[in-house]
């Protein structure tokens, strides 16, 4: 019995459109139109961002949507002044959160090395804190390409009151938020000018 | 004179192919073909990873290039043994790093405000590493699904002795390793089965 010898497997490559909608023309709206976003627009966001990997799939993230005005008014207060209009104009804000006692669900995700558990209960909080924001930075990431693949601008922001937020939205202090996510369409004058990037060899070095 | 009533831009949406090669059917691979990876692929990556937004724009991500066999031979032994034989095998690994000192080029990538740039000197290397390492991880994020935009396959992994590396590639002190990515065109066996991901209710809440 002879193993064909198969070709490797070549992996299809992003088109233009899709780089431009996701990196290259996408940017970060600071003005909003006041067209609602649907909850299955949200919902969906998040069951496309859950795919990309993290540390032993552990998925730290915690997702809180605001889209009332309730909610919306328990949350502008919170952020810095700058902030705060076009945090209130949004049509959907997302909290994102990272879930301190995310090993709870190890067994549950990772029943390769269930005792993994074990490993982050003795980490205590804040060893797990270091986890939890790290890997919770990287789903940020994917949730932030995951709005714009749905057509969304997002607005991330760190300037908010981190402590005063997870109190607020995330009683027993499980949660902490590490990022405030205004999503809608791009109102009038939505864009400042766009920011330098670093240059290529202040980033990228070789061996 | 009056203004036209112009529509609201509304954005393109990711098709299925993109969103299968970005999130929903990309996999992490744990062993790739010896097809090498030219040094324009992954020059390219860090052009389409370094759009998407971090705080003031600040982009403390790193990336080393490792695709010497001089260099596999300093990275391998510092890696969980776990990951030795899959990094030693791919034809081109990333290692990312955090810039602690990345406010140096404040006034560079973010003229609106200068200022920040002694912000950052006051609140000390500790202060700036917070910063650094969660910028750094959303990067991260961002150059993962870039490195999948092009076609590639990325296995990132944790498991490294971070001060040595960082120490080894890095001297100096100024950059921390984060995580270092393995990328190529998968190879045979290269995916464990898929593990699951977090009911929706578990990550995703609504105010």
Known sequence: MTTPDLAPVRLPVL???????LFTDARTANSFTD????DETL????ELAKWPPTAANTQPLRVLYVRTQAG???L????ME????KTAAAPAVAILAADVDFHQFVPQVFPIR???????DEAGVDGRETHATFNSALQAGYFLLSARAHGLAAGPMGGFDA???STEFFPGGRHKAILVVNLGHPGPDAYYDRLPRLAHNDVVSWV
Chains 1, 2 share one sequence.
């Open 163 to 165: 402590d005063a937020v």
């Open 72 to 74: 919306k008014d328990r």
């Open 82 to 85: 700058g902030n705060q209009a």
């Open 35 to 38: 067209e609602p976003i649907s």
């Open 43 to 46: 919902a969906s966001i998040w």
């Open 76 to 79: 502008v207060p919170l952020m």
């Open 15 to 21: 088109d233009e459109h899709a780089r431009g909608l």
């Open 114 to 120: 269930p005792e993994l558990k074990g490993y982050f």
